[in-house]
Structures are given as C-alpha cells and as structure tokens.
C-alpha cells in the first residue's frame, strides 16, 4: 500500500494566518512552499485540475503589499485554499471535469470566492471532482481519477475528492467543496478530514455550477475546528445574488453559547446501523462511550423514511440536473463539435462532450419529469422529502444531534465499482437524508480501519445548527486516539 | 351557404415586455434597440454559476395588469419550461405554470361584451436570432447572430378564455387589452416593435354544439391588420378541411402575410412536453394583501370608463373618435374644455383629428385658449378652414386665438356679404336651386362648396346653411 501522508509538517490555516498578519512570514513564501508541494505530490495524486499559480503569486504580492503598508489583514491571510472545480474563478478555467467547459474561464467569481479573496486568502488551484459533482469516487472525472492520499489505490470518495485528498495530503489546509447527497463528508470520511455540509442557504450558491440547485451546498474542509469555523465564518451569510440564501446573524449560529456534552441528547438512528463493516461499528460503538462518559443521554431512534431516501435523491437530483446542464450546448462557451444545423451540433457537442454518469442522469432525470411519468416519479419523490423533513423534526423534538457513520465502508479500490453505478450510489446512503431536509451534517475522522483507512463518523443536527456540529466534532476529535 | 353552420371559436395569448428598468433576474438594463449585447451579464446570459434574482418592480408591474383585468392577485411560484432554443441561454425557460400570480379576471369590450381573462402569469423573455444570408429565411442561410439584450426582460402573458367570436372581436379585444396596458404604464404596447405579441389560439365548431374543435396556434401576427387577416384565413381554411371530410391538425401555424396564408410550423404532437417543475433557485412570490390593495388603489381610470365619461356628453355617440382620444390621453383636457363652455360635439371632432397629431403641443397649451378657439370656430366667427389655422399658429406663439384670428385678417365674413355672393351663385345655377327648395339635402353641400370656394375657406358652413334656408323659405 503505497501512501502519501508524510512527515511534511502540517500548519494550520488559523497559525498561517496569524503568522502572516504579524509578518512572521509573508503570503509569497507561503504560497511558494504550497506550490512546491502540490507540483511534487499532484502527479501522484491528481488532486488539481488547475494549479492557479499565477493568480496564486498575484494574491500572495498584494497581501504582503497590504502588510508593508501597514493595513490590517483579513481573517485567512496568506491562507492557500483549493476550490472544487464547480466553483467559478474570474479567469482560471473551470471545467466540472468536464470535456464540455474545457477552456471555458468565467468571467466573474462565486460570491464565496469574493469573500476569500476579501479575506486575504491564496487560491492555489481548482480541484479534481467527479464530473458536475455526480459521483462518489473522483473516477467520473475527464481528467483522470484523484487518489487517496492512504491508499494510492484506493478511491478519495467523491465527487469532491480532490478537495479531501489536498486537506489530507498536507497539499492545502483549507479547502471548499460542494455537497449535494454527501459530496463533502464522504470524501471527507475516506480521506480522514474534517468535512461540513452547512445548512441549505446558509453558504451562497452564486458561482456554484449547479448539480442539483435544491440540495447543492458549498462547504469546508480541514483539519481543526478552528479552521472549520474560520473558513464557515468568511463564506457564509446571507447573499441578494442568491434568493434561496437565508437572511440571518451567521455569528450566533457558528458560536452557539451552549457547547457541553453534558446533558446533550444524541440520537443513533437505528436504520443506519444495518449493514456495517465491522470496524466502522466499533469506531461508533467507540464514539458512544466517550459520549456516554461525558454525560451524554444516548438513545436510539427510528426515521423509517431514511429507506425511500436514495431513491427520491435519485429522482430529484437527476431531474434538476437534467435541467441544469441544458445550458451545455455549445452555443455560448465550452466545447462545441460541428453539426449540419443547430440541432445537430448541440447533439454533436453533447453526445461528445458529457460523459456517461452524466448522459445516465440527464436521461434519468428527463424521464423522471416526463409527462405521464411526472406524477409518479418526481412528485412522490418530493413527498418522500416532506415526509423526511418531517421525520427528522419529530426525532429533533427528542434528542439535539444524531450520529452514525458517514459511510458504509471505508474507501474502496479505484475500478471497484465503477461498473456498478447502483453499488456506487449506495456510498451515499448515509449522507443523502440531510441533504434532503436541508440540515447540516459533518463528518469526523474517529479512528481507522484493519488497513489503516480512515474512518469518518457523521453528526447531524437540525438546521442552522451548524456551530454546534462544530463543537461536538471538536469534543469528539479531542477523543480520537484516546 | 354551408359556412354558416360552423363558428368560430378564438383564444388570445398576448405577450407584453414590462417597461422595468432593468431586466427580470439580473441588474441589467431593460431597454429596446441597443447594441447587440451590451446589457447583458453572467445571469441573463445563463452562465454556469449563475442565480436569478426576481425583479419586485416585474412582480408589481405584473400584479397591476392582473388587477385592471380585474383577476385574483395570488401567491405565485415560477417553473422551468424545458425545451433546446440557442436564444435561449439556459436552454429552459422561466416561466410561471401551475400557480400563476394573476387569475380568473376579464376585459370588457363595451357594454355588453366581456371576455374572460384565464391567467396574467410573469415569463421571461428569450434573445433574438437573426439569420444570416441573402433572403433571410432559415433554410438558406449561412448562420446566424444571436443578440442577448432581450434575453430575461419581464414579460407578462395574457391568455384570454376561448371566447372570442370574429376576427373583429379578436381585434378590439387586443385593442382594448393594448390601451389598458397602456394605462397603466406598465408596458409600452408595441406590435411593431415586439413589446406587444399575439397568438391566436382558432378553432371551429358547428353551430350549437358544446365541444371545441381541435385548434391551431398562429403565431407572426405583427400588427393587428395581420391579426384580423389571419383569423379569417385560418377560420376559412378549417372549414374547408371539415368539408372536405378531413379533420384538423393540432399543430401552430406561422402566418405568411405577403402570401396571407398560414402554414405549418411544427406539429404540436411532437414537442409538447416542456418537462416543467418548479424552479428550484427561487421562492415563492407574495407581494401580500396591503401592497395589493395599494397597486390596486394606484391603477388610473382604465380606458373603457374613460371613453364612456365622454360619451356621455355627447349628443350622438362616437366611439371611434373617444378611443382615440383616449388612446392618445387627452381626454382629461377634453373634458375640462368642455367643462369650461366648450362645445362637445366639436371638441371631440377636433381633439379626434386636428389636434391628434399634436398631442404633445396641444397638452402643452392652456384649456383656456381652446375653449376660445373652439367657441370662435362654434359660434361662426371662425370657418372650420379659419379655425385650422389659427389652431396651427397657437402651436408656436403665445397669442390668444382671437389675437392670432386678427393678425390672419379673419376679420369673420359679415351676413350680408354672404348674402350677396349666395345670390350671384344661385343665380348661375338655377337647377340645383330649383332642386334644393325641392328637398333635396344633397345639394345643400353643392352650395356651401361654392361659397367656400369663392371665399377661400374664410365662410362659416353653418351659418351659410341657415342663409341658404331662410333664403329657401322667403
């Protein structure tokens, strides 16, 4: 097993920024020993699609002009973050690891990226995902599968895998994914990091390429809660060019005055118990012992709908990508392939430029909003939604968090299931309801496997809960090892 | 006639682009014959990423139409409308479906006709394509240019009950629609610039029966002359197909004004399913009941009761002449004239045709002066000729009209010169004469011509009239 987790000393976004902001030492010499490292380690990883030295350097220039002038610096200076390549940079190609949008560079930034750059971070590259997020193990992508840092051989999870790999593999401290039935805590759980899906609304979407517009979400990645919450308090917060945002105090949210284990009621749901490798039951029979020590109240609770939640993902993510990604077509920008009249080029440009998990949902999709089939498929898959939110509302009445594995299984071998998109799907079997109910839900690294992998456990929490995920998954990383 | 056992029955959609300022999802601004793209930006362009934003002054805007075609105001969402269009940069459109903001309203054409209004719902507006090449038709040409300007400017559809008898009606409901729209200064009403379209939704049934025929939908009716040809066209050619024994086609037509026929566009069949669901990157849209009632409180008198407050001043109706008075919003100074002594007959006539070229200026002049000019020309000391142009010198001086009247030399011709050169006429034409005290009204205009003629248009027509019948009776 050929791995890339070294002695490289880790420092932390929070220590590189106060580092930074006090001239210890500048953006540029940060920046420079970053790119070192990913120039060294990406060929092995394939964690970037894009490394954005040049943008990189030029960030890196003016945060350490802005120090020589005397300016006060922003909360992430001289940070390297990578973004998911779904994320739009002015001017550093985005592609969805897509052959659809190579060579397509946006000519605006995502409001999240504003507020990085705002923030004084570096942004050192796009990274690697499954194509248009639809995916769970970066294989789907048009430029070749990202591996995990534990494992070369093994899968980084997905789609936003290459966002995990950098955090895990010290390429990056930071990094943004999006998460639209898991694509930021499974990855997350394979690669061994820190992963956060916020609240629904509570991360701009502005500049996300949308998946699917009413479960995508954009979120962090590291090591520490300290950097959860550093990076959450920069992206987060309302925003007027997103009309599902939502209008509220980001502060009280990501510091909640009431952090004690003591008292806290945690809820195992019973249905994510089934089926689990045993390993990953002991890490969260494990978890419920230093729980239980600190004063939590366990119980064990039932949310029957959780059994009709991958298919009704299945239905509603499909049919709003199938809409989503009408716009790929040639006319305005990407690829385009030569066709006799329009109909045929967008047919040409299509057919050539998508590959086959995303030809599979579109055509999933468009069938599932089909007349005649509407009713049956895409309708009652949304009523599966209000019967989990509802489920979910009902369990919160009992209990403050719940807490399961984020996956089934640890991170398996690259071509393992590719052939078996239904076998794939169910990675996320764990991760989509949240997605579903809008809820926030992290994933915590919280020991390893026979092999070593590691193995990720998933808080959930009702929403605009999200600081208090934070301060549970600290308690229980301040456990890990113990 | 055969054609008369069948009759038709005629829906309308019409399209309105709201004069907002900017544009339905983005900040981009709102606004007709441009450069080619250059109001366009990531979000009206559609670009991966990119969010809509509802525009509150479109939902305004939108919610005033529904209330002057006296709908329901609702909460309303928006759905994709999804079809492959190059104009259209996300290759669906937004559009309002199941739950759209207007309801349940009508329009009424005049006393006794009303129209149902179905829905006012709010869309967006797609890019405009034009085809390069010599003839521009599709087929021959090389390629084509596509400009973005358009693409996400608000709209509102209107779509009427199939209730609509002719294509006479058609086009006085569209007229009516037009000026009510108009009205309320939401849109610019435009047929020839696209600010305004129309769909014709046509079918054809036997007299007495319940069932709708199976219809057609003519699109490319640019004006409402095309409109009013279309409708007859189509009627024609569904009947003709009935007896032939053939059934029609459910399918849209595009109306071929130089050939006036209408001709297949595409099979409705085939490319009927939009696959719409609700659009998942926006909320619900509710203006709430206080902001209702004080767009319904701010809409002006709308056209129909307007031309009505004329009417009734007049002796003998003239519908006609009162909608273009109001169509041209100067029935409020109409009617101050005529509060203040102005004939109403003659203010109308004039507010109608002279004045209807001038609207601007005529705004711009005190009601006093036209009263003045009005009672000169009324009171025969104007001739309508005289009266023409001392109307045309107000325009541009600050003369009173009587001052203007002077300064011309229409001093007003006294009775008894007209007397006079009446009898020298008379006395040359003996035979219209003779057929005049005979009763014979037409030749009183055979008369007046005359005295007109020789007075270079300076004799007042009535009072040449009462001459010439108090000449007759002596």
Known sequence: MQSRIDTFKFDSASSIASQVSKGRVSAMEITEQHLARIKSLNSDLNAFITVSDNLARSQAEKIDKKFKNGETLGPLAGVPIAIKDNIVVRGVETTCASKILKGWTPPYNATVIDKLIEADA??????????????????????????????????????????????????????????????????????????????????????????????????????????????????????????TSLNFETTPVLNPSKTDIKGLRVGIVKEFNEGLTSNIAVSLKNAIEKLQVAGAVIEEVSIPSVKFCLSAYYLIAPAEASSNLARFDGVRYGARENGDNVEQMMIATRTKGFGDEVKR????????????YYDAYYKSAQQ??????????????????????????????????????????????????????????????????????????????????????????????????? | ????????????????????????????????????????????????????????????????????????????????????????????????????????????????????????????????????????????????????????????????????????????YVSELRAILVATNTTDGKM??????????????????????????????????????????????????????????????????????????????EADDYRYFPEPDLVEVDLGNDIVRQLKQSLPVMPLERRQRIIELLKNPNEDSAFIVVDLDLDGLLLEVVKQGADAELALKRFSNEFAGYVEEVKALQPERLVELLNLEQTGQLSATQAKAVFAEMLTTKSSPSQISTGLGFGGLEDSELSELLKGIISNCPNEWNRFKDGDGKVQQFFIGQVMKATKGQANGKVVLSLLEAMKNS
Not at chain 1, 411 to 435: C, H
Request: net charge negative.
């Open chain 1, 122 to 243: 570096v942004i050192v590259g796009k990274s690697n995902m499954d194509e248009f997020a639809m995916g769970s193990s970066t294989e789907h992508s048009a430029f070749g599968p990202t591996k995990n840092p534990f494992d070369l051989d093994r899968v980084p999870g997905g789609s936003s895998g290459g966002s995990a790999a950098a955090v895990a593999a010290n390429l990056v401290p930071i990094a943004l994914g999006s998460d639209t039935g898991g694509s930021i805590r499974q990855p997350a759980a394979f690669c061994g990091v820190l992963g956060l899906k916020p609240t629904y609304g509570f991360v701009s979407r502005y500049g996300l390429v949308a998946f699917a517009s009413s479960l995508d979400q954009i979120g962090p990645f590291a090591k520490t809660i300290e950097d959860m919450k550093l990076l959450m308090t920069v992206i987060s917060g309302h925003d007027s060019n997103d009309s």
């Open chain 1, 361 to 372: 949902r579109i055509m999933l999709g468009t069938y599932a909003l089909s007349k005649g």
């Open chain 1, 384 to 482: 599966v939604r209000t019967l989990v939110i509802r489920e979910f509302s009902k369990v919160y009445s009992s209990v403050d968090i719940l807490l399961s594995p984020t996956t089934p299984s640890t991170a398996f071998k690259i071509g393992e299931k590719l052939d078996d998109p239904m076998e794939m799907y169910l990675s996320d079997i764990m991760t989509i309801p949240t997605n579903l109910a809008g809820h926030p839900a992290i994933n915590v690294p919280f020991g390893s496997d026979d092999s070593g992998l590691p193995i990720g456990l998933q808080i959930m929490a009702p929403a605009l809960k999200d600081g208090k995920l934070l301060s549970i998954a600290n308690f229980l990383l301040s456990q890990e090892g113990n």
């Open chain 2, 1 to 172: 006639m055969e054609e008369e056992v069948y009759e038709p029955v005629i829906g309308l959609e019409v399209h309105c682009e709201l004069k907002t300022i900017t544009k339905l999802w983005c900040g981009c601004k709102n606004e007709f014959g441009v450069e080619p793209n250059t109001n366009i930006c990531p979000v009206c362009l559609g670009l991966p990423g990119s969010l809509p934003v509802l525009n509150e002054q479109a939902v305004k805007f939108a919610a005033m139409i529904g209330l002057a075609l006296n709908c329901e105001v609702k909460p309303s969402i928006f759905h994709r409308k999804n079809y492959f269009y190059p104009d259209m940069p996300k290759d669906f459109q937004i559009s309002q479906y199941d739950q759209p903001i207007n309801v349940n309203g009508f329009l009424k054409l005049d006393k006794n006709v009303t129209i149902g209004v179905v829905r006012a719902h709010m869309e967006e507006d797609t890019g405009k394509t034009t085809h390069i090449g010599s003839s521009g038709r599709i087929h021959e040409s090389s390629g084509a240019s596509i400009d973005y300007n358009r693409a996400g400017v608000p709209l509102v559809e209107i779509v009427s009950a199939p209730e609509i008898k002719s294509a006479e009606e058609a086009k006085k």
């Open chain 2, 192 to 269: 020839e610039e696209g600010s305004m379209r129309v769909d014709a939704n046509v079918s054809v049934r036997k007299i007495g029966s319940i069932e709708f025929g199976t219809r057609t939908e003519i699109k490319n009716l640019n004006s409402l002359r095309s409109l009013v040809r279309a409708i007859d066209y189509e009627i024609s050619r569904q009947i003709n197909v009935i007896k032939n024994g053939e059934k029609v086609k459910q399918e849209t037509r595009h109306w071929n004004e130089d050939a006036s026929t209408t001709v297949p566009l595409r099979s409705k069949e």
